[in-house]
């Protein structure tokens, strides 16, 4: 089952998500669920994408609601391994559909999850025994429905998903005996599942591990899971691997399962509901009666189906290119999954950090999978500006984690510390939320969590255990993380320029809370901590490099290399990672022209790569030169060059959607290159027009009125009727809805704009 590299055309890819549901004003059909299960073929991701997992984007076909608990996918990876999405294009043979909490679009790992195999004729219970060929020709998927052809066994399934629960028809094509497997999927050898044949019911749990820091560690809870047929079956048992028992439980062994099976006749259907929770077996009951009480399979697929429709048409773009629709919402579909959902329907979840409690929250819900180096830049902000209400919970649900676990985390996932990646995040989401307003926690708690991180170094055991910043002692005595410090108890080790510029930005947001807060000494000494970019970029050439304690710069200096100072790219590509204070950087590059070269040479010599993260303002910094249009350039050939429908639509990782939602917000015309203020940069929309609902009945209307198909040039902008010559508009502007009307032409314009301001770019905090 491993990926090969023969794709079937993209044009029978279109051919595949086709909707059970009229079109019309419809948008869930433009979504490609299957966009970005088969490695990247773009021009950056072949350049820079120096291992497998950096050519996938590593999304699956999940079927649920947005920002669900559980997702449901056909399953054609059995393992729970690190970087192993559960469904690949290009594989062939499938193993079951997975109730899984994978992270969409990383290179993690699945976690608490379970698989339901259906198959005909003599029990076989090994997954190498089972595993059966498909073919994407008899393959629906949409965010709310999936169905497949099982040919082997002469069965079509069908799957459907709430928050946190499924529903899954299976009908026969002739008279024979059905199984069902149910299997926890556990790579340790641990779990339990046990059979009720009286009641056609399978009940179990996964336990889940943490990862990174701590990794292999009990996470103090598990995946529970309860599964029940719609009428009773004849034979029922356990397994282990190829061995099957009729004993009613098993646990702690390699590959256990529990199956029912019955006869079917041909043409009749099976169906079956799973609900799941990670908080107990009790809760997995309490969801299932409540989001999936009857059997009405096609009730819930529109109930679902509406579900996304709701949340996709919070954003209408129109354009003759059908194309650039499907592109557009399979990008806000992928923004919609995570974080995930945490708590039960009575508000129970287990509490943060692995003690093994169960608390409830008070109000909202409680989330966690944060993949938190990634969203914070865009996705996140997308969220803010959509459903403050939806940004808010999440707030607080960090705020939880930081009471609970005694530090606010820098990358919660599996509802752990993991100090995963680089640099402060949590504490960029919380100030992001902050200056746009988004208020309704304890400010005051989420400010003293944060300071914490900023200015607190934890006991050597907490540190092990993956709270507090990394380096943070350097960074603070330095001014930066000098090359002596290894930084060797992390999972990303050494980095030390990509932590120091990371640390900068941090130190920037939590500064604009506590500007806000009154708090004038903090302010002052972490808006001072956020000018660290000045002792990492070497005057000599302008660009990011390693340096040690006493001032030396590390030797050779290779900028376009992968360095062990740089995560995951190049000192040129880093160089540009100061989104808080660009008039700075070019200030200290030798003013608003250097840093266009510089941008200019990082375009020509190909060093762009949007694959990764961390370049991703990149492209908007031009707005910050004489030279606006060639953000608007840039751009629109990153639109056209690094996103496509089919399999291979996405040019890296995808990371919990931050990908997709660089997407959305560039071609709707704005990005939030500075996230942790309330500003946003203007380029060019790529469509004619844009409407976006916004909370309150407001709309925001975006308008590009274009002297040809191709324009993509600004010759002016107006804000609600009345000439707009900056760059950028703020969060407040935006909320209260309005009409943004672009003029676009063929040939770069520079003469809309005003000049930038000449320093560090702040919100109000107030």
């Known amino acids: 089952m491993k990926i090969s590299g023969v794709f079937l055309l993209v044009s029978l890819f279109g051919l595949l998500a086709v909707p059970s549901h009229g079109q019309g004003s419809d948008v869930v059909h433009y979504v490609q669920s299957l966009s970005g299960s088969a490695p990247s073929t773009t021009a950056s991701s072949t350049k820079h994408g120096h291992s497998t997992t950096e050519h996938l984007a590593n999304t699956f076909p999940a079927v649920g609601v947005p920002f669900g608990m559980t997702q449901w996918t056909p399953q054609t990876r059995l393992t729970e391994t690190k970087c192993v999405a559960p469904y690949y294009y290009a594989d062939t043979l499938l193993t079951g559909f997975r109730a899984s909490h994978w992270l969409s679009g990383s290179c993690t790992q699945d976690y608490g999850s379970l698989t339901i195999m259906p198959l005909t004729g003599k029990l076989k219970t090994s997954a190498q025994a089972y595993a059966t060929s498909f073919s994407h020709r008899t393959e629906t998927a949409t965010p709310a429905y999936y169905k497949v052809a099982l040919p082997q066994y002469q069965l079509s399934v069908e799957l459907t998903a709430t928050a946190r629960c499924g529903l899954m028809q299976i009908v026969a094509a002739q008279d024979d005996s059905l199984y069902v497997l149910i299997t926890p999927n556990s790579d340790q050898g641990q779990g339990f599942v046990q059979v009720d044949a009286q009641k056609g019911e399978v009940w179990g749990f996964n336990p889940v591990h943490r990862i990174y820091q701590g990794w292999g560690q009990p996470a103090g809870f598990s995946g529970y899971f309860v599964v029940q047929l719609e009428r009773l079956g004849s034979r029922a048992g356990t397994y282990s691997g190829n061995h099957a028992s009729t004993a009613i439980s098993i646990q702690n062994q390699k590959d256990i399962g529990a199956f029912l099976g019955c006869k079917v006749r041909r043409g009749e259907t099976l169906r079956l509901r799973v609900g799941t929770s990670f908080s107990s077996l009790e809760g997995a009951r309490r969801n299932l009666a409540a989001e999936v009480p009857n059997w009405d399979f096609q009730t819930l697929v529109a109930q679902n189906h509406a579900a996304w429709q709701k949340a996709l048409a919070q954003i209408r773009v129109e354009t003759s290119k059908e194309q650039d629709k499907r592109i557009f919402y399979t990008a806000l579909y992928h923004s919609l999954q995570q974080p995930r959902l945490f708590n039960d329907v009575d508000g129970t979840y287990p509490a943060f950090a692995g003690n093994a409690q169960r608390l409830k929250v008070a109000k909202g819900n409680y989330y966690d999978d944060f993949s938190m180096w990634d969203i914070y830049r865009a996705q996140l902000p997308l969220l803010e500006l959509l459903q403050p209400r939806l940004a808010n919970d999440l707030v607080q649900s960090m705020i939880l984690k930081g009471q609970q676990g005694g530090w ?32 309704d926690y304890d400010v005051q708690e989420a400010y003293r969590l944060m300071r914490r991180n900023a200015f607190d170094q934890p006991t050597q055991q907490e540190y092990l255990d993956g709270k507090g910043r990394r380096a943070l002692p350097s960074y603070l005595k330095y001014g930066f993380v000098p090359l002596e410090d290894s930084v060797k108890d992390a999972f990303h080790k050494m980095e030390q320029v990509s932590r120091t510029l990371e640390y900068g930005f941090d130190d920037y947001a939590l500064a604009q809370v506590a500007k806000g807060l ?42 376009d290399v992968r360095e062990f100072y740089i995560t995951e790219g190049t000192p040129r590509q880093y160089t540009f990672y100061v989104p808080h204070d660009v008039p700075g950087l070019a200030q200290l590059m ?11 040479s990082l375009f020509a010599r190909g060093e762009y790569w949007h694959g990764n993260e961390p370049g991703h303002q990149i492209p908007f910094m031009y707005n910050y030169t004489a030279a606006p249009w060639k953000t608007q350039r840039a751009v629109r050939r990153i639109l056209a060059e690094e996103y496509t429908d089919g399999p291979g639509g996405l040019s890296g990782n995808d990371d919990a959607g931050q990908m997709s939602a660089w997407y959305v917000f560039a071609s709707l015309g704005l990005y ?39 324009a993509m040039y600004i010759a002016g902008v107006k804000w609600n009727g009345k000439k707009h010559p900056y760059s950028y508009l703020r969060h407040a502007e935006l909320t209260k809805g309005g009409r943004l009307e672009l003029d676009l032409q063929m040939a770069p314009v520079t003469s809309w704009i005003q000049p930038p301001p000449p320093r560090l770019s702040q919100s109000s905090g107030k």
């Not at 752990?416 to 402060?424: L, R």
């Not at 939030?672 to 709309?699: H, I, M, W």
């Open 590 to 600: 030798g003013g608003p022209a250097q840093l266009e070269a510089k941008l200019d």
């Open 408 to 439: 606010l985390p820098i990358f919660p996932c599996w509802n752990s510390y993991t100090a995963a990646m680089i640099g402060d995040h949590g504490t960029a989401f919380i100030a992001s939320a902050y200056v746009r307003g988004i208020r």
């Open 672 to 710: 939030p290159l500075n996230p942790a203020s309330d500003e946003y940069q203007l380029c060019a929309p790529l469509f004619d027009r844009a409407t976006v609902q916004l909370p309150g009945g407001k709309a925001l209307e975006i308008i590009a009125k274009k002297a040809s198909p191709e």
């Open 518 to 559: 009154g708090k004038t000494a903090d302010y002052q000494a972490l808006l001072k901590r956020s000018q660290a970019y000045r002792h990492i970029i070497d005057p000599a050439t302008g660009l990011a490099r390693g340096r040690y304690a006493d001032g030396r710069w590390y030797a050779p200096f290779r900028p």
